[in-house]
Structure formats: structure tokens, C-alpha cells
């Protein structure tokens, strides 16, 4: 499949229009940093998640809409991918 180029500062800049574009054309985009390849973006495809993952993450979802209404607030994304990563170790 044939792919886009982007620099950093043009995919720092212009991510919603580029997110948006991959997202309806499939074209990926290959963002280079230092004139090297360095990320990818790409669209997701349902095929991408398993049941698991989204079973996973809805429990997160639902446990933090309950904290939420509890007054209990976790805060930032690093809280979410912990407890991705715990809820699917305990699956493993």
C-alpha cells in the first residue's frame, strides 16, 4: 500500500486534517524526523482490537464514570494504560 510523507513539524501542525484524511482514504502517513522514518499513522480496523481489549476497556470506562459520580477522580492517560495493562495481564 502506498503511503504519505510528513515531517514532524508538518504532522505537529497538521494532525487533525492528516488524522482525518488517513482515517477516510486508509492511506497511511509516515511522519520523518531527522530525514529517518520515525511513526506511522494509520488507520485503526475493527479487526485490530479483540473482544478482550474491548471487553477491557469498557470495564475501564464504566469503572471510571463510577468513580466519577463517587467523587473519586483518576487523572491522566497513564492511569488508563496501567489499568489496560493490569485488567489484560489478568486475562493472560
Known sequence: MASRTASVAEA???FS?????V???GIP?????????WVKIMPVFEDDYDDEY???????IADGLKAYEEGRY???????RKAVE?????HA
Open 12 to 14: 505537529r501542525n497538521n
Open 29 to 37: 502517513v509516515v511522519v520523518f524526523r531527522h530525514s529517518k522514518p
Open 86 to 90: 493490569k485488567r489484560l495481564s489478568t
Open 74 to 80: 483518576v487523572v491522566g492517560t497513564n492511569a488508563a
Open 54 to 60: 474491548i471487553e477491557a476497556m469498557d470495564a475501564i
Open 23 to 25: 482515517n477516510e482514504t
Open 17 to 21: 486534517k492528516l488524522a482525518e484524511s
